[in-house]
Each structure stands twice: as C-alpha cells, then as structure tokens.
C-alpha cells in the first residue's frame, strides 16, 4: 500500500520536472542556432544582441506574471500556460521567415522558461512529503541538466546530419534539418513540450493552493493519495492550521518576518549566480581552446562538460535529504571557491592540458551538488502557503538578473583583467556565499513546510521579544 503513494509522488514530480527539462533545452538549444541564424538574415551587432537577449526579456515577464497567476488560479493551470508557451513557440520559431517573428517567438519561449523556473519547483515541493522533498526538489535541477545536456546532443546530431545532405535534394524535412538546420535543432523541442502538455493532464492541484482557497475536500483526496489516509488526514490538519491568511503579494512580503527569508534567499540565489556557471557553461568551449585543450568542434565539448553537469546533480539528490540543506550548502561553497581559484591559478601559470579541465570539472561537481539545486529547494521551502507563488518568484526574478549580468561582464573581464583574474573574482563570490550561508542559513530537512513556518516564526517572536527587552530596559 505504501508503495502506490510512493510511485504516485514519483510520476507527479518526474511531470513538473519536465517543467525545468524544457527550461535548460530551450536555453542551451540556441548555443547552436546563433550563428546560422546571424549568416541567413545579415544581423547587425545590435540585432544579434536583440536575438540572444530578448529571450531574458521574455524570461523576466513570465517570471513576473507566474508569481502572482499561481497564487491566484492555481499552480498547475500556470505550469499548463508554460507548457503551450514552449510548444508554441517551438513550431512558430521554427517555420518563421521574418527577423521580427524569429523575436516574437523568442520572447514567447523566454516567458516559457520564465513561468516554468519558477512554478516547477514550487509545485514539486508543495506536493513532496517532508522526508524527500530536498531530494524531489532536487530533480527540478537535475531535469534542467539533462535538458542542457539533450540540446547540445541534439545540436550535435543535426549539425553532422546537416554536414552530410546539405547539397541533397528534398522537401520539408530536407529544408528544416539539413539547409537551415538552425530550424530543426529548435523544432525538436516539440516533443517533449507536447508530452509536458499532455502529462500535466492527469497531475493534481497542490492540496496546500487548495486549502488555501477552502477547498479542503479535494486537497484531502490528494492527500490521501499520496501519503494514505490516516497520514493524509494528518497532513490536512497541519496545511489548515497553517493557512490562516488568505492573500499575499509583494505587501505581504515586506512585512516582517518575511522580509528576512525573502532577503535571504535572494542573497543565496544571486551569489549561487555570481560563482560564473553560466560563464563556465556558455563560454565553456572558448576557455578550454584557451587552455589549448580544445582545437576545433565545439558542440562536442559542450557535451563533454553537459554529461559532467548531469552526473554530479546525482549527488545532491543523494545526499540533500540525508545530510541537509545547510552543510550541503556550506561545503559546496567552499570547494567551488577552491576549484575556481585553482582554474585561476592554472591560467596564470599557464598550466594547460587536462590539469586544468579537472580543474573546471571540479567547479561543475560542486556546484551541481550545492549552489546549483539547492537555492531552489530552500527557496520552495522557507515561504508560507499564501505568498510562496510570489516570493519565488522574486528569487528567480533575481536569478535571472543574476545571469544577466554574468553574461553582460563575463567578456568584459576576461579581455580586461584576463581569464585568471576573472576566476578569483567568481572565487570570491563563492567564498562570499560560505559566508553568508553559514551565518544565516538554518536546516530544513525532514520538516513539513508547516514546520518550518512555525520554527522561524517562533525564532524571530523570541529575537523580537529579547530586543523589546533591551529597549525597556534602556
């Protein structure tokens, strides 16, 4: 009996983590699209720029919007809304003939991944029971990697193919995968937007979206299913004695105590940003040919490093429930700030070769079992039932900003203060992230989400008391 709610919370999470499948391939898909697109329409500078940015545009307002909509109408009617934006904008972008429809399209798949970055993780945690939500929160990361890793595969396959009939004869097919095979390595991502579509069919509605809107009857149902009754009916209890509020919004969260978490996780969320994955991964293949490690074939390095980041997620999801949040957290930053300050040291002692591609690998390994899934976890944890929407929201929304700015200065830096210098900056953002975490961050593992408001509403009531305190006395 045990095991059907078991397999059942299974198939619920490996459906939202499509969510954050379709989130990292429609991103990493267009590492091998800019250039073909940029030679077929004769783009400027500054249209190349607006192609390649106006996804992040797009990012920004669905992340804006999915906040407020999932709190509002539920999360799996928003997850749905992500769903149609990346199937629609698959199939437009492939078949659009005019630069301004290429950016239309774009935009549209950027607020896909926008809503999806922020609703997938926080539906996959409402739903997980509080002994392995880090590691089914975790999935969410490990779904992002493995869509990262099939976009550079996928690019990889139809640019041999491509390569090899380009001169053939043929018709649709011919034209989408072989003469502007830029159109084929986007339209894959058809397939599984159209099963992310079909799938979110027969998932439930978070029970704690439910309670919080009085539908305690259809929250217990689901309850039931996944935990059993007796478990289920317990669990019911908690989520209304939880739910006393029924509105939040960006009001609600600057209200003590609220603020601080809200504060918190933003700070984690930026810094796990500013350790430079992104500079790492996008400009991955550029470093290694610096290194003199890589000649020629960029797409297949870009693999290399996509199947590191895939491997390494497994040991967050091992781990994270086991362990915790907060020494999972504290270590990982720690070592990050190691193997980049070793990557850094290597470009300026000019020691190439495979001593400084561990180097950089090693970097992958911590970061994928610390700062990369974790900053997701903690923030659908810390935050109560009426104002989680919004508040994660916010975390991603800096997230994104985050990746906008590393992107921004990530070209600045290496052809200002060199590869090197540029490697001890995202060191010391790592060692930052040590810091601050080991000060502020507490544990959250095997706690319900009710839980863990009551434990930090509790703390910050007995600093709020000890401090009125104080101001008496004085």
Known sequence: MQSKPKHYISLITYIAALGGFLFGFDMAVVSGIIEPVKQQYGLSASQEGLFVSCALLGCIAGVALSGFLSDKIG?????????????????????AEDYSILIFFRLLAGMGVGVASSISPLYISEMAPAKTRGRLVTFYQLAITIGILVAYISNLIIANYSAAHLNEQGGLLNWLFA???????????VIPA??????????PESPRWLVQYGRNEEALDILIKMNGKEEGQNELNAIKEAAVQKSGGL?????????????????LTALSQFSGINGVIFYGPTILKSAGIVTNDA????????????????????????????PLYIVGSLCAALALALTGVCFML????????????????????SLGPLKFVIATEIFPTHVRGTALSVCIMTMWVADWIVNLVFPVLRDGLGVAGTFFIFSLFCVLSFAYAKRKLFETKEKSLEE??????SDLSAEKRLLETKVEIS
């Not at 009617?77 to 078949?95: P, Y």
């Not at 797409?299 to 907060?326: C, E, H, P």
């Not at 070769?353 to 950089?360: E, F, K, S, T, Y």
């Open 75 to 95: 999360r799996k009617k928003v997850l749905f809304i992500a769903a149609v934006l990346f199937l629609v904008s698959a199939i437009g972008f492939s078949f």
């Open 350 to 369: 000019e020691i190439k070769g495979w001593v400084m591609l561990l180097c950089i690998i090693f970097f992958l390994f911590c970061f994928a079992f």
């Open 194 to 203: 159209t099963l992310f579509c079909l799938l979110l069919m027969i998932v």
């Open 179 to 189: 003469q502007e095979v830029w159109r084929g390595m986007f339209l894959v991502g």
């Open 299 to 326: 797409l297949l390095y870009q693999v290399m490093l996509g199947v590191a980041n895939v491997l390494f997620t497994f040991i967050a999801i091992w781990k994270v429930d086991s362990w915790g949040r907060r």
């Open 251 to 267: 009001k609600e969260l600057m209200r003590l105590p609220l603020r601080q978490l809200l504060a918190m996780a933003m700070i």
């Open 452 to 457: 863990i408001e009551k434990a930090w509403n």
